[in-house]
């Protein structure tokens, strides 16, 4: 075994000892044929009020530019797919916001990891990023055969669905490069024609300002009145592209403690939900990711879900 494929062995196992569900390495170089579909994405404004999409638009698709002396992309899978579910009569929350926000969890393994390849390796430098800085990382995540981008634009695994953070670690180390798997999603339209926002406007493009998971995150002026009886109770995000995906029969329950839910988030009706106090929100919501759209932006949400009802 030479040199590269020992360091790319020794960083896999690594990763599988920290609990990531996997990991794929590939060459730090211009991301080619991202370019044209995130011009166009961008030029038809599908990112809505997400103006921070249209910054670093070189660093976005060159790492090299983000990562002074960068040879290797790390893409890592955490899987999140909860054991429990809420209880059917409340509104709903993305399973991916069940439980400690994802930044922190990934974050402190990736710097153990990178720590480990210097301790291992010797003097190699890099950076961690999740899902906080402008990296395509299910570009990057396809391009090291961890999965295929779905017709939903969500990456997708035939061992393990599409429930799982991304996150990378891109060092100056020259690593064995893995390849892309081909598309299994075949004539399945299952995301397309369940959305309930309509917002996956043709196999593999979303219009993100349609997206329910924008209108109650990322959106921060009122929810339209057009989007009224389409939200499907979504209050904090949505899951629907996923839920309906067949490849998410093979999901199975993660096995970190920090993204178990607050109980009470699992079991309070939409009349108790109506009825959350800044105090309960601080309480339920402590560490969460939910903690994006703050006491304001969930109580918004809940008041339009409620004035549909």
């Not at 799982?164 to 060092?171: K, Q």
């Not at 800044?278 to 008041?303: M, P, Q, Y």
């Amino acid at each position: 075994m030479n040199t590269k494929a020992q360091y790319s062995a020794f960083i896999k196992n690594e990763a599988k000892r920290l609990g990531f569900m996997s990991c794929g390495i590939s060459k730090a170089e211009f991301l080619e044929a991202e370019a044209p579909r995130l011009e166009e994405w961008l030029s038809k404004n599908r990112h809505g009020e997400m103006q921070y999409m249209e910054n670093y638009f070189d660093k976005r698709l060159d790492p090299t530019k983000l990562v002074e002396g960068s040879k290797s992309v790390v893409s890592l899978l955490l899987n999140y797919y909860p054991s429990e579910t809420q209880t059917e009569e409340s509104y709903k929350i993305s399973k991916y916001a069940f439980g400690t926000d994802y930044h922190f969890v990934i974050k402190d393994k990736l710097k153990t990891l990178l720590h480990s390849i210097q301790e291992e390796i010797g003097d190699v430098h890099g950076r961690a990023f999740v899902d906080s800085a402008p990296v395509l990382d299910k570009a990057w995540a396809a391009k090291s055969g961890l999965g295929w981008i779905g017709k939903h634009s969500n990456l997708l695994s035939k061992q393990a669905g599409s429930f799982y953070f991304i996150a990378e670690l891109i060092i100056d180390l020259e690593l064995d490069y893995d390849t892309p798997v081909i598309d299994h999603c075949g004539t399945c339209t299952a995301c397309i024609d369940a959305c309930p926002t309509q917002a996956i406007i043709e196999p593999y493009k979303v219009d993100g300002s349609k997206c329910i998971s924008y209108l109650t995150i990322e959106l921060k002026n009122e929810i339209p009145n057009g989007f009224s009886n389409q939200m499907d109770d979504w209050m904090f995000g949505c899951d629907v592209c996923q839920d309906v995906c067949p490849w998410n029969r093979f999901s199975k329950p993660h096995n970190e403690p920090l993204f178990n839910p607050h109980p009470e988030l699992l079991t309070k009706s939409k009349s108790e939900w109506q009825e959350l106090t800044k105090e309960v929100f601080a309480e339920i919501f402590k560490k969460s990711a939910v903690k994006r759209t703050k006491f304001t932006g969930l109580k918004r949400n809940i008041n339009f879900l409620n004035s549909e009802d």
